[in-house]
């Protein structure tokens, strides 16, 4: 097949399933190749890098609610079950999807509920779910109508005093990602719970004071059933790690040439139709090391915004010394999804946005977006069947084109030219688990991710096959990773971070990270419920301030987009501190941009902002204290 490149990208218009999404750091693609990097050196995240804050939470396992229990019994083929072959195109297969009777609908899961009152005047009530013989369980929660102020917690039982939570305006921001995104199905309306590593988990919903119960509607259809032992051993226990990878893959400690490509990699446990699967990713730097942590995949693992928005991280996950076979202490999990920036199976390769920061020490590796040459040295780095990293060492043989599955062919390669690069292993091979993993040139700089092959340590000559980063970024990448016009960090956005003062009544918003954290650790009246949307950080063409004031008799802040309403604060209401702009936001309609809903609280004489529908929705029905005064202006829900 000797297409030239005009020619193949031109075919590949009529093979490739993408999603390119917009507003969320992507361009126009019109920009001139020649105003554009095409090659990147990597970077390691300082450690004064933020890390946000942490999901799981120490807490004392006292007076918790009594969970109403739901047990499932054990699923008596789950190790009959073949593992997808690798030129079957599937990622590794973990857990199984298991549909739940009992909490099927909203009615009957507020049924199992069993409320008492919380010493702020909300509720709480809890359910614990069990199935036999599970390594871990993840919670497919679907959710149409929850108060943003509400939390949500998930935790084992035996450790109740370590639980995972979030604030509810975060879940229903996310399922309004997945939503449009056009993932308007079950799987659009579910959040995954994270894997806790237990047979039996613990969902907990705390409601805010004042919230009608009738108002709720949340169900858990499905649980998917996690039968591979993920868990994170502690170092020199390895009795706890899932089934050893074949003997001839390398132990990627022994080589020290790629020890930041190490720290680049992680392993992916994801959810799809509750379903749970195992690849690999791979953390890349842009064009200007600005620390937004883009993750590269193969599109057969992940590509839908649902799907990414349960993917959990295992970093570090490697041997703490060569062939040691024990865990490495600093291997860190992280459970805060991501957001689905672009997918395509044209060359099978999906570009993600982590929804929380990797861990200090983590490399954002470096890429080069030119064609490799035929017989060059690459390496691979991946996590096969979930083991702990390995590295294989091998040539591009050549390119061809593979169809993407779907088209009635399955998975075939053909031809000497193509969206592909061809690899043959000297040493080293791939397996389940590999799918999605970098491939790395001599540079050690990113040049495709693994779509497939039949190689083994039998059948070593067999071939391997990898999506070709070059033409996966002249499509599309380049619009996050090498913008020719603005800063691939989302024209510069900033989160605003959003607190609920029990005391006075009121929500709290803020840009600064070092606010944000003395807020979380001197003022307990603050609960702190993430991130509420992202603004600009900076004024530019287009955009407007945001003005802030602290009302010196209430105790509240009050924020404005109006320099009219600003200005008659300024000369009518002295009791009203000015503190300046607080961020910067778009005045009207723009694309990507969502408005920002504002609700007037009489009773308190406060404002609250919301940028979710499903909120601003829920506040209008049941709220009747908030009198709704529209949009503020417009913002965005991801960075």
Known sequence: M???????????????????????????????????????????????????????????????????????????????????????????????????????????????????????????????????GAHGLRLGVVVKQLPGGSVLRIYSPAKAGTVFQIPGQEVLQRIQRQKMAGDSGLDGQTWWTPDLGSDEVTLEVELPPGTPLGALDIAVPRVSHIFEDLSLPTEGDFSTKINESAACQLDASCYDAYANQRNAVARMIFTSGANTYLCTGTLLNDSISSGTPYFLTANHCISSAAEAESLQTDWFYRTPICNSRTLSSSAERRLGGATLLYASDGFDMTLLKLNEAPPAGAFFAGWDAGAQVVGSEVTGLHHPRGDVLKISFGNISGQTFCTPPGTGTGFQCIGNSGNYYQINWSRGTTEGGSSGSALFNSANQVIGTLYGGSATCSAKTSSEFYGRFDIAFNTALKNWLAPASSPPSGNGRAAVYRFFNGTTGAHFFTTSVAERDNTIQTAPSFSYEGVAFYAQAAPATGNSAVYRFYGLVGGAHFYTSSAQERDSVLNNLPSYRYEGVAWYAAPSPTAGASPVYRFYRPSKQVHFYTISLAERDFIVSNNPEYVYEGVSYYAWTSQ
């Open 2 to 132: 000797a297409n030239s490149f005009r020619n193949l990208m031109s075919a590949l218009g009529g093979v490739a399933l993408s999603l390119l999404l917009a507003g969320c750091g992507g361009g126009s693609g019109d920009a001139e190749a020649t105003s554009q990097t095409t090659r990147m050196e990597g970077w390691v995240q300082p450690a004064s890098a933020d890390q946000g804050v942490p999901y799981v939470k120490l807490r004392e396992a006292i007076n918790l609610p009594t969970p109403a229990k739901i047990r499932l019994g054990a699923i008596a083929q789950e190790k009959a079950i073949p593992f997808p072959l690798k030129t079957g195109l599937a990622p590794r297969l973990i857990g199984m999807a298991r549909d739940v009777d009992a909490t099927g609908a909203s009615a009957q899961t507020l049924q199992m509920f069993h409320w008492r009152p919380t010493e702020s005047g909300g509720l709480v009530a809890a359910i614990s779910f069990s199935s036999e």
